[in-house]
């Protein structure tokens, strides 16, 4: 199997983190599991709770070797920097040893008690601060800072997003191949997240105004 090292995505919100992300589970082709942190109440999710407790069951992990297909799927472990604080126990604790190749060789789901092997998980993180991440879970990690795209390659991710969107509906072929350049210009000012959000708008509002190419008054 693929063995790569567990990353950080580090960068500013709606830049496409997540995006590419899924871009690395799809062309591994190995499955993709997101895990919130923003969203989780429950410090065992990633681990599992004892059976003991009333409604427990397993965790992330566990699942995602036990129920998919492969034994290196892509978990994707998404705003790691807002992991809530409030938790009854540490929602980070179990990736102590998780994101260690000798020690996630023996992993044991507190729910399920049967070691598994989970040292060929493919971990991809992504943060927008890396000062609210612990030390040790840092150390880790292998960071890449993301920085907001400009010029050339901001214009480039547009252009892309544009085509994307376009082959991803059947009404995308009512419109040209490419924008105009001076719509692309526009979008190129925006962060990627922006972008996604006003080209929705510009097809939208071009259909209304019958015409088969986006001007940067659609936006």
């Known amino acids: 199997g693929l063995e790569v090292t567990p990353m950080l995505l580090l960068g500013p919100a709606g830049i496409g983190k997540t995006r590419f992300a899924r871009k690395i589970a799809d062309l591994l082709g190995t499955g993709m599991n ?3 942190m923003s969203s989780m109440t429950a410090g065992w999710l990633l681990s599992g709770s004892s ?3 009333k409604g427990s069951k397993p965790g992330k992990v566990f699942q995602a070797l036990v129920d998919g297909q492969y034994a290196n799927p892509v978990i994707v472990v998404d705003e790691v920097d807002k992991a809530s604080a409030n938790a009854q126990y540490d929602p980070l604790g179990a990736l102590y040893g998780l994101l260690e190749h000798d020690s996630a060789l023996d992993f044991t789901d507190e729910f399920a008690e049967v070691s598994i092997d989970a040292s060929q998980v493919v971990w991809v993180f992504t943060a927008n601060d890396e000062r ?50 001076n719509t692309l210009e526009c979008l190129a000012k925006l962060v990627p997240r922006e972008m996604r959000r006003a080209l929705m708008t510009g097809f939208g509002n071009a259909r209304l105004d019958g015409r088969d190419t986006v001007k940067p008054c659609d936006l």
């Open 132 to 181: 609210s991440i612990p030390g040790p879970i840092m150390n880790r990690l292998n960071v890449f800072e993301v920085e907001v795209p400009i010029d050339e390659t901001a214009r480039r991710v547009a252009l892309g997003l544009y085509q994307t969107i376009r082959a991803e509906h059947g009404w995308g072929e009512r419109f040209a191949a490419e924008p105009e350049p």
């Open 34 to 36: 997101l895990i919130s």
């Open 51 to 53: 059976s003991q407790w």
